[in-house]
């Protein structure tokens, strides 16, 4: 059974920092890309940040670029999104998602909640 548990939300002030993690299991998590995403109230799910299956490969949103760096640790099973110089418009429930190379992520875990106070 496929799992992905996301970790590390929670509320911060503006400017602040949060690391969230993501912890896969039921898969080869070697062979998988993992991808972070965020949905806001009342808006669509919107691509945060993506790293390939060896990690040597990874790509942001230009709204987070500079901001947020997405890590894995293969031998651990994880991703993490170190996220700096948080601000309101990053509140949102943030999903980790797995995909093979070159498939879509369809593979998802069940969100973790941040909030940014401005």
């Known amino acids: 059974q496929v799992q992905l548990v996301e970790s590390g939300g929670g509320w911060v002030q503006a400017g602040g920092s949060l690391r969230l993690s993501c912890t896969v299991s039921?898969?080869?998590?070697?062979?998988?890309?993992v991808g972070w995403f965020r949905q806001a109230p009342g808006k669509e799910r919107e691509f945060v940040a993506g790293?390939?299956?060896?990690?040597?490969?990874?790509h942001y949103a230009d709204s987070v670029k500079g901001r947020f760096t997405i890590s894995r640790d293969n031998a651990k099973n994880t991703v993490g999104l170190q996220m700096n110089s948080l601000k309101a418009e990053d509140t949102a429930a943030y999903y980790c998602?797995?995909?093979?190379?070159?498939?879509?992520?369809?593979?998802w875990g069940q969100g973790t909640q941040v909030t940014v106070s401005s």
């Open positions: 039921g898969l080869t998590f070697g062979s998988y890309g």
């Open positions: 998602a797995a995909a093979l190379t070159g498939r879509g992520y369809n593979n």
């Open positions: 790293i390939s299956s060896s990690g040597g490969s990874t």
